[in-house]
């Protein structure tokens, strides 16, 4: 996993705007009853890549993916990660329907 750099004011500033967002979703979580695929960039300098783990832990059945090299728009930093966690993920779900 890469190392992150310290964050900018302005980057803790979105980091607590994240944290809001992850209160807002915290209780409904354990209710989900679909997959769910978490990603994260393992160099996201605005909301470290263990932040994940507490959404992880109280959504049941749900995983984990960290996507190597990537920031906090890992979609715009690591696209081709990105797909391949969506893709495999997808392929997952349809190998495991009855």
Do not use: Q
């Not at 967002?21 to 160099?43: I, K, M």
């Not at 696209?79 to 993920?89: K, Q, Y």
């Amino acid at each position: 996993m890469g190392r992150c750099s310290r964050p900018s004011p302005g980057e803790w500033a979105i980091a607590d705007a994240v944290d809001v967002n992850y209160d807002d979703v915290a209780d409904r979580l354990p209710r989900l009853e679909v997959p769910v695929t978490l990603l994260h960039g393992d160099a996201d300098r605005i909301v470290g890549p263990r932040s994940s783990e507490p959404l992880r832990d109280v959504t049941p059945g749900s995983t984990l993916e960290t996507v190597e090299g990537a920031g906090h728009s890992s979609h715009l930093t690591r696209p081709d990660g990105v797909n391949r966690v969506i893709l495999n993920t997808a392929a997952d779900v349809r190998d495991s329907r009855p």
